[in-house]
């Protein structure tokens, strides 16, 4: 329950090493400003999913309140405001991924769907028998499956990029992996379990030397790097909206123009027609070729709401908070001898991955739950990167621009107390 003591955020001077001030940033989160088992609630699940800003709140209100109408359909004044600010929203995202047109953004329903749309308009026409689509070994299912169940579709084969014992992409290794058989490269930007940011620059050269086209999971990049698809090169990358400060059930996919426009569309239905008779069907344009069915316009105001936002605080102050933030986290873990980290990267934003001996994660999430402190607990929906650490599960507190070093104190208090009622 949010009472009006608890909005009273107490006044903190932001570190000195950065110009971002994480308790003002705070203040813009609603969900945040409330207690959780009679504590503060101390929120460290943004990979999972990240709280919304009022902003986000604010304009996915002022859609239903005033402009609700389904877009591309009406003549009148309503739908056509629908319209624009649902399009707009399309120039915000592109905009936020850097793309060099709005119709390069495709509006799906997550990274999940988008992997998804690519394997089956895109990759499931391209491949054959003994064909190869290589993945890294730090995939989420998402990004893994859909080529699974693409190679079962073709008789074409799964191959993984292995990574060495910090979590890091082994580069020389992944170069051979690329041969005259890979019709396609599938890769994380940054791992859910792991917060490993990939070379992706290097690795998108090596696939595209070969004339290899990659896909980019980008779910967990996007609220913590600025991503420039037009500088990368890359042929298709994925965005979440939920995990950079949106609502639920939207995200993006940006494909290489050319690419979109060659491909067949993913579902059929209302909008993604030029012209239909029960003969032929003549397909729309790209974008909406691959939008069948009324979208989630509010959800997509929202998504471009978020971008928005973080636009607006700006990437360099927020890189700057999060790399001393997650600094201060791991200096503080590591005083807990009991800790063991799973994933150590030179290059890592916002993952703290861990197993506490002797105690079983899912007690860990339950003890830290009862002080208030929110972390996920379980394999993160990345089975195989858990087996490669000969884990079944880890620890993983995540964090957000909204995180202060006091809910790392927090939890390493926490983790402290675990200790001691199990040492
Ligand atoms: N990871 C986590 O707790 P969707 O659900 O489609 O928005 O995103 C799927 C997905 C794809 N790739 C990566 C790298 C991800 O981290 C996720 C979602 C969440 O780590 C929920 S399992």
Known sequence: MVTAAMKQVKMKTASPASSLDPYRIKQDFPVLQQQSNGRPLVYLDSANTSQKPQCVIDAINKFYAHDNANIH??????????????ENARGTIAKFVGASRPEEIIFVR?????????????????????????????????????????????????????????????????????TAKT?????????????????????????????????????QAAPHIPINVSELGCDFYTVSSHKMFGPTGVGALYGRLDLLNAMPPYQGGGDMILSVTFEHTTYNEVPYKFEAGTPH???????????????????????AYEHELLDYATKSLATIPEVRMIGTAAEKVSVLSFVLDGVHPHDVGTILDQQGIAIRTGHHCAQPIMDRFDVPATIRASLAIYNTKEDIDALAASLKNVMEVFR
């Not at 359909?73 to 649902?86: E, N, P």
């Not at 599938?186 to 595209?208: D, Q, R, W, Y």
């Not at 105001?301 to 700006?314: E, K, P, S, T, V």
Request: some cysteine; proline content about 3%; charged content about 20%.
């Open 73 to 86: 359909r009406g003549v009148y004044d309503l739908s056509i405001r629908a319209t624009k600010a649902y």
């Open 183 to 219: 019709k396609f490269v599938a890769m994380t930007h940054v791992s859910n379990a792991l917060g490993t940011v990939n070379p992706i620059a290097k690795m998108i050269e090596l696939a595209h030397e070969k004339d290899i086209p990659v896909l980019v999971d980008g779910a």
């Open 110 to 178: 997550g990274t999940t769907e988008a992997i998804n749309l690519v394997a089956q308009t895109f990759v499931r026409n391209r491949v054959g028998q003994g064909d190869e689509i290589l993945v890294t070994a730090m995939e989420h299912h998402s990004n893994i499956v859909p080529w699974q169940i693409v190679c079962q579709q073709t008789g074409a084969v799964l191959k993984v990029a292995p990574i060495n014992d910090a979590g890091e992409i082994i580069l020389d290794a992944y170069r051979e992996k690329l």
């Open 297 to 319: 316009i509010a959800g997509a105001i929202g998504f471009a709401a978020a971008a928005q936002y973080i636009l607006d605080i700006g990437f360099d102050k927020l890189i």
